[in-house]
């Protein structure tokens, strides 16, 4: 079956410019989530959706990070005026029900600013 | 502070050897501990997780131990094969909701 997909696979932007990276999750997983991973390093919690809604975004870096998931399924994570230290892989996965460690990640989207 | 840290960052087994890879944990108020295994170029994937009240789970040629006592979680892989070459990294919950706050990784080598 489809896993989690992400779109694009990897996204080189000029420092200033807005990105807006896709997350499609597993058909029927109630639970979405975010996460960044710099290089060599472990994973940032970021956003997790439970719906379409997002009890908890204080693991956003900044207010220049923004998420929305409708319709229960897709989600956009919306980075406005890159800076150089966002350049990281940012990855999505989803879970069956909210609360569950066995998550699902897409391959990530490996942003890189310049 | 909470942090989850692992005490090597790289690993290297025979192929054939069991494997031990070892985490520590600093919030003892977390309710599970999970371990995920990242291959190149792709996404985590869940192996196992534990909760806080059990000292030992086994899967298929992985076993987790948690000891609270001295905060230390451990993941044993049995009989490592050259596809376990990865990195792994712990993670653990509070149980508040879902965030998950995981360790830095280890790779874990296998040599053949």
């Known amino acids: 079956g489809a896993g989690v997909s992400q779109s694009p696979s990897n996204k080189v932007t000029e420092k200033g410019k807005d990105v807006e990276l896709r997350c499609d999750p597993i058909s029927g997983h109630t639970a979405l989530y975010w996460y960044r991973q710099s290089l060599g390093q472990g994973l940032e919690f970021l956003i997790y959706?439970?719906?379409?809604?997002?009890?908890?975004k204080s693991g956003l870096p900044s207010d220049r990070f923004s998420a929305e998931r409708t319709g229960g399924s897709v989600s956009t994570l919306t980075i406005q005026r890159t800076q150089q230290e966002d350049s990281a892989v940012y990855l999505c996965?989803?879970?069956?029900?909210?609360?569950?460690?066995?998550?699902?990640f897409g391959p990530g989207t490996r942003l890189t600013v310049t | 502070g909470e942090s989850v840290g692992l005490h090597l960052p790289t690993l290297s087994v025979q192929e054939g050897d069991n494997s031990i890879i070892n985490c520590a944990y600093s919030n003892s108020a977390s309710d599970y501990f999970i371990w995920y295994k990242q291959e190149s170029g792709k996404g985590p994937q869940f192996i196992i997780d534990i909760r806080s009240n059990m000292d030992k789970r086994q899967g298929q040629r992985v076993t987790v131990l948690l000891n609270k006592t001295v905060k230390h979680l451990s993941l044993q892989i049995a009989a490592t094969q050259p596809g376990d070459s990865a990195v792994y990294f712990c993670a653990e919950n509070t149980g508040a909701n879902s965030k998950l706050t995981f360790g830095k990784g280890i790779t874990l080598s296998v040599r053949p």
């Open positions: 996965a989803s879970s069956l029900v909210y609360a569950s460690w066995e998550q699902y």
């Open positions: 959706f439970q719906g379409n809604s997002a009890p908890d």
